[in-house]
């Protein structure tokens, strides 16, 4: 018997409704390895996560850790056996200290005391033995986004892990916090721990792992050790074929389109989110916001949106001030906007593919007529839009709902695109999208830039910013970066510009989120 | 045991889902009858009799059902939009109040003017009695939950000083009800020798109309949006507080009409328990019927029919009536449980 191997994932299928989410996935992480879990969005790598950890059942396979079969298909038996979990979307409670978050559930309920004291000792020594530094006693809510990650990972630590799991952990990172993450994986490897590590983003995998799998279409498709792999290899192997990358015509910028000064925002409870941004796009050009989420992207794009009003500063629409922040003045003035969240602002889940290309304009003559919607022009609109999207798997009478994310942006992208904007907000318009549909959305971008419109695009993913830019701005704490040609950055500057080097000091409380 | 998102449910288990609900509260049921000292097919097939078994007990059936499917709309408009109104009571008394105060005498016009006249100023005054609750909501972020509530005793204690007070009726024998509506203001009876009257028709009427308005007029698109993603109708620029505001007015003056099917139909005049939680039934009304205003006319006439069939059962059993209170309070847990079970399977280790 291997006794090198510590999990043994055998055969794993998991089907809902007629798609299979995981298909005979087998597999074997050995000991003090880094496994890296490769694969588009929508390939089934949380599916499988979700079930090596006990949130889903799998139709057929069995899971073996250290040699014992994970029966129960629950985290709390996932955990028993050594297995931690890191998940992309943290679960810290903001309003409880770091030592609180991670005692929470470890503890007897029918104890009246806590053994704080005991606690705090073993989450100081793990700290220092892993090099992961946390302020035991800060409450959640003032840390930063990579802080957290920490005490996600020590979360996991104190309940005993042998095996970690970390889905995306980089998303949210700069490069240079990414780096120091690498750091403490390689640490936490050397000392016997096994990882795997879920990812799309091909760099960081081969800069980590020692084993790759890769996914596609919920079946595994490759396996080999990542000493023998090239970057092209696997990316032909998660795609399935190369795709060509859409192409820009040259950068030719025309007349100002908008134009932000001194713009300043405030949150909901009165702190800062936004300060002294200026910010110009022109016509036929694409501005990329960088940056770590979190640092007044959201507030920005809110502006543009028509969610929030500035409450000083000027934003000039061709050089007319624009003194209604709604969404409807912004629709009307010609501002497309693609929102970050597809599911929460971008379309209504139970409305059919119609009504949702019809959500900002169904008051229009065209679409309704003495207070009663017509229902033969939503849905001519809906196949005509249907055909020029090429949206798949989709009537005009579907809940969207049941579209992939793909084809759900492509709803999105059809009904601004159809209003023919101007100018473009874009905020995440390819976040977990396959490949392919996230090629089809830059092409549209590149379609609507040449024929004139300013784009502005907000990404994580800076590869795509630096894909589809003209210029990039970073931003950090609410403040914008001078603009910055995209053939001038390197990826190590914009680093150091998102960590907040080169910014002024003293709006350091400008962060939308805590 | 595990629960998992379904990504397709079969026709057949939305249809028989509710069905096989209500037989499960049967057979629960039946455990009470048991206790109770009674023969279990016996009990309920005295309890179906009494609902529908006779044309009096149908009639009064129907009669019961009328005030419920005005509540039970007026819950799933509200619902639709996320406005949680628990005041349909409230608003069922504003109505009468408002149909008394018309109808008395005050305003005298032909029957076929008079009668929509009342309706419309009843759903007036309860348009305006949620109006305040909404107001409170998108004003000021306080929770219509509890306002909404609050106001039900509110209206039934002005009530109580009206009739206690000012609208007294001197020819009612020291009964605190109010004086009789007019003859041109009381709904045509539709089954002569029964009490049921033209109410039903228009409410059946409404519930078609509801119908329509949700799913094909500008409003309902509204309304729906807003209620499925608030956040999602915000961006897209729907105006969400007006939106919310008028579906309470729409909301209110559903319940409304209930009270005055009540003070012009069924009573004739207004009296402090003109209705018998007619505004909270409404409630479990709207919910037994996913909030469609075609399927409220179904769960109403189930609801009635409940209610009506436990009192006659109570009188040839000595079955309690109160059965019909857990009998439609376990339909509804286990109808929202068999619809969660139509989107979510379970599996079992």
């Not at chain 1, 470890?106 to 033995?129: C, D, F, I, N, P």
């Not at chain 1, 003209?470 to 970066?481: A, C, R």
């Not at chain 2, 009296?271 to 909030?291: E, K, Q, R």
């Amino acid at each position: 018997m291997d006794t090198d191997i510590v999990l043994k994932v055998d055969g794993i299928t998991k089907r809902f409704g007629n798609l299979a989410a995981n298909d005979g996935i087998s597999f074997q992480l050995e000991k003090g390895k880094v496994l890296s879990l490769l694969g588009e969005n929508g390939a089934g790598k949380t599916t499988l996560m979700n079930i090596i950890f006990g949130h889903y059942m799998a139709d057929e396979g069995r899971i073996e850790a250290f040699g014992q079969e994970l029966s129960a298909s629950s985290p709390a038996e996932a955990i028993k056996l050594g297995i931690g979990m890191v998940h992309q979307h943290f679960t810290l409670s903001e309003n409880l200290t770091v030592l609180d978050n991670i005692i929470l559930g470890t503890e007897s309920l029918w104890h009246v005391t806590q053994a704080k004291a005991e606690a705090r000792k073993r989450l100081a020594h793990l700290s220092s033995e892993f090099g992961l530094k946390v302020d035991a006693d800060a409450a959640v809510s003032s840390l930063t986004v990579g802080e957290r990650q920490r005490v996600e990972i020590l979360k996991a630590l104190y309940r005993e892990a042998r095996i970690l799991i970390l889905d995306e952990p980089t998303a949210v990172l700069t490069p240079q916090e990414a780096d120091q993450l690498f750091a403490t994986l390689r640490d936490m490897v050397a000392r016997g721990l096994s990882i795997i590590f879920i990812s799309h983003k091909l760099h960081e995998v081969l800069a980590i792992a020692d084993d790759i799998v890769v996914l596609r279409h919920g079946k595994l498709v490759a396996a080999f050790p990542a000493a023998s792999a090239s970057r092209k290899q696997i990316a032909k192997k998660m795609v399935g074929q190369t795709i060509p990358e859409p192409k820009r015509s040259e950068y030719l910028p025309g007349n100002v389109l908008l134009e932000m000064t001194a713009v300043h925002v405030l949150s909901e409870e009165k702190r800062p989110v936004l300060s002294d941004v200026d910010l110009t796009i022109r016509q036929k050009e694409i501005v990329g916001i960088a940056g770590v989420s979190g640092n007044g992207q959201k507030p920005l794009s809110d502006v543009i949106a028509g969610l929030v009003t500035p409450i000083s500063g000027s934003v000039k629409l061709r050089g007319e001030t624009i003194t209604e922040f709604t969404p409807r003045a912004m629709v009307q003035k010609g501002i497309g906007r693609i929102p970050e969240d597809r599911h929460e602002q971008g379309v209504i889940g139970d409305f059919t593919v119609a009504e949702n290309m019809v959500l900002e304009k169904y008051g229009d003559p065209e679409f309704s007529r003495f207070g009663w919607l017509k229902l033969t022009h939503l849905k001519g609109h809906a196949e005509k839009l249907i055909k020029a999207f090429d949206i798949r798997g989709a009537g005009t009478e579907t809940a969207v709902r049941g579209l992939s994310g793909g084809n759900m942006q492509k709803v999105i992208l059809s009904r601004v695109l159809d209003n023919n904007p101007e100018i473009i907000l874009a905020n995440q318009p390819t976040r977990g999208l396959d490949v392919g549909a996230a090629n089809f959305v830059h092409e549209q971008l590149f379609k609507a830039r040449e024929e004139g419109a300013g784009i502005l695009v907000m990404s994580e993913d800076l590869e795509e910013l630096l894909a589809v830019s003209d210029v990039i701005i970073v931003m950090y704490h609410g403040q914008v970066s001078k603009p910055i040609p995209v053939d001038d950055v390197t990826l190590q500057e914009l680093g150091l510009l998102m960590s907040g080097d080169g910014f002024v000091a003293g709006h350091s409380e400008a962060r939308d989120v805590a | 045991m595990l629960l998992e998102p379904r990504l397709h449910t079969p026709l057949w288990v939305t249809i028989s889902a509710p069905i096989a609900a209500v037989a499960v509260v049967l057979i629960l049921c039946s455990g009470l009858i048991i206790w109770a000292g009674a023969p279990v097919l016996d009990a309920y097939i005295s309890l179906i009799n009494g609902a529908f078994g006779s044309r009096f007990a149908l009639s009064e059936t129907l009669v019961r059902a009328t005030p419920l499917i005005f509540t039970g709309l007026a819950a799933a408009v509200a619902f639709r939009a996320k406005l949680w109104n628990i005041g349909g009571e409230g608003q069922l008394y504003m109505g009468a109040l408002a149909a008394t105060y018309f109808g008395t005498g005050l305003v005298d016009l032909p029957s076929f003017l008079l009668i929509p006249f009342l309706f419309i100023v009843g759903a007036l005054a309860g348009g305006a009695w949620l109006l305040i609750p909404t107001l409170l909501k998108t004003q000021l972020k306080v929770d219509e939950v509890v306002t909404t509530l609050l106001l039900n005793f509110v209206a039934l204690l002005l009530v109580n000083y009206l009739l206690f007070g000012p609208w007294k009726d001197p020819l009612a024998m020291g009964w605190p009800q109010g004086a009789p509506i007019i003859d041109d203001g009381i709904l045509p009876t539709l089954i002569a020798k029964t009490r049921l009257h033209g109410g039903l028709i228009f409410a059946v009427v409404t519930a078609f109309g509801m119908w329509v308005f949700m799913k094909y007029s500008r409003w309902g698109f509204e309304t729906r949006a807003v209620g499925l993603n608030p956040d999602a109708a915000r961006f897209a620029g729907i105006p969400i507080t007006k939106t919310v505001i008028r579906t309470a007015l729409i909301s209110g003056g559903l319940a409304a009409c209930a009270g005055v099917t009540e003070v012009a139909g069924t009573k004739g005049y207004l009296t402090l328990d003109i209705s018998p939680g007619f505004g909270y039934t409404g409630i479990a009304v709207a919910m037994l019927a996913g909030l469609n205003p075609l399927g409220v006319i179904i769960a109403a006439l189930f609801v009635a029919g409940i209610y009506n069939g436990a009192d006659s059962m109570s009188r040839a059993m000595d079955v309690s009536n109160y059965i019909a209170d857990v009998i439609t309070a376990a339909s509804l847990l286990l109808v929202l449980l068999a619809v969660m079970l139509t989107r979510m399977r379970i599996r079992w280790r």
